[in-house]
């Protein structure tokens, strides 16, 4: 465990605490989200307890702020003084606090992904019922480099190089406007954010589970890494860092492309799991932002992306094809539950009911 008992809470009010935080929000500044509701996605590590420190010092009203913990029930007693912690350091800082534990069939499935979905959907569902306009997470430059290297072994495009995004839209079926999931930490060094902590007596927890090398991340970060700072200095996260945010650019390009035909789909679906389009229409762009659209719907609607494959990707390719040369219904299933259907010129996507 990190520097974390049950102490009383150092006074982080300050305005050497404010300058230690001030250039994390540089990209992301108090004038933009001041007023709003804002849901914090807070594990209690060292990244997420910064930023529940960090907005409870400057929001403009604490209590447009709701801390969200979700209880995996992974590591037993360990997992209850997370959610402890948690609660204790956010009452005293006069914030909202909310948790979820992970039901019995969640709590059983062991990959990072279907725990990383688990988490998403409590975190919307609480910004849903909050009436929040933001979801802010705690990611940082070293999440971002791990996330590249993860892609790259298991296979990606494009978008999967350029990395984590700093800012990205959700629309859940219920919600008459997007939430905004944001990641202010997303350019800062872990390096960084525990000098901060330390300096300003901040507790935090340590997640045991982190020195578990069964996990891919675990052994990127412990074995990997260390060896590559060995041979090109600890600089290579910032050199690699702006690689993917020239894939970044040319991404946005695309979704540039797509983004007010998605917008429009998405506002003329809203009340529904099922989203409609008119092929033609889709069909004027190019592949590349035919798929972008389909990357960006996905993510929209909180679909399983991470699912699709690139043998996915060329039988959707296949389908939008055939498709453009004759007018015979098609359908096609993808994994999560995700239907495509094309008949009469639109092309309908819905994911199954029950299907999570």
């Known amino acids: 465990m990190g520097p974390a008992n049950f102490d009383c809470v150092r006074d982080t009010e300050s305005e050497s605490f404010i300058a230690s935080i ?3 929000f540089k990209a992301w500044p108090v004038s933009i989200w001041g007023k709003d509701r804002i849901v914090l996605g807070v594990s209690g590590g060292a990244d997420s307890i910064l930023l529940m420190h960090s907005l409870a010092t400057i929001a403009t009203n604490k209590r447009n702020v709701q801390v969200v913990h979700c209880n995996h029930g992974q590591r037993g007693e360990e997992s209850d003084a997370d959610e402890a912690f948690v609660h204790e350091q956010a009452d005293r800082l006069g914030v909202r606090y909310r948790s979820f534990r992970l039901s019995e069939t969640e709590s059983q499935k062991k990959s990072e992904e279907a725990l990383r979905q688990a988490r998403h959907r409590y975190l919307i569902l609480a910004a849903e019922e909050f009436r929040a306009s933001w979801i802010a997470l705690a990611h940082h430059l070293d999440d971002q480099v791990e996330t590249l290297f993860h892609r ?13 995004p700093f800012m990205r839209s959700v ?12 990641r202010p930490f997303l350019a800062i060094p872990k390096e960084e954010i525990l000098s901060v902590l330390n300096k300003h007596g901040i507790l935090y927890r340590n997640d045991s589970s982190n020195n578990d090398c069964t996990y ?3 052994r990127l970060r412990q074995e990997l890494f260390p060896l590559l700072d060995s041979i090109a200095g600890a600089g290579w996260r910032l ?6 945010e020239q894939c970044r650019e040319q991404v946005q390009e695309r979704e540039e492309a797509v983004r007010n035909k998605l917008a429009y789909d998405l506002k003329n679906n809203c009340s529904t799991n099922e989203v409609n389009s008119s092929l033609e229409e889709l069909l004027v762009f190019p592949w590349s932002c035919q798929r972008e659209y389909f990357v960006m719907l996905f993510i929209a609607k909180g679909w399983p992306l991470r699912e699709i494959g690139a043998g996915h990707w060329r ?15 098609k359908r096609m299933q993808l994994p ?3 239907r495509i259907a094309i008949r009469k010129r639109q092309i309908s996507l819905w994911r199954e009911a029950g299907k999570s």
Do not use: K, W, Y
């Not at 790259?152 to 978008?159: A, N, P, V, Y």
């Not at 050199?239 to 993917?244: C, I, L, S, W, Y």
């Not at 039988?315 to 219904?329: F, K, M, Q, Y």
């Open 315 to 329: 039988r959707i390719r296949s389908l939008l094809d055939s498709a453009s040369e004759c007018n015979h219904p």
């Open 152 to 164: 790259l072994l298991r296979g990606t495009g494009l978008r999967g190089l350029s990395g984590i």
């Open 239 to 244: 050199r690699v860092a702006e690689t993917m």
């Open 171 to 182: 629309f859940p079926d219920h919600c008459s406007s997007p939430i905004q999931i944001v």
């Open 216 to 218: 891919t991340r675990n």
């Open 336 to 338: 999560g539950g995700i």
């Open 22 to 24: 001030d250039q994390c």
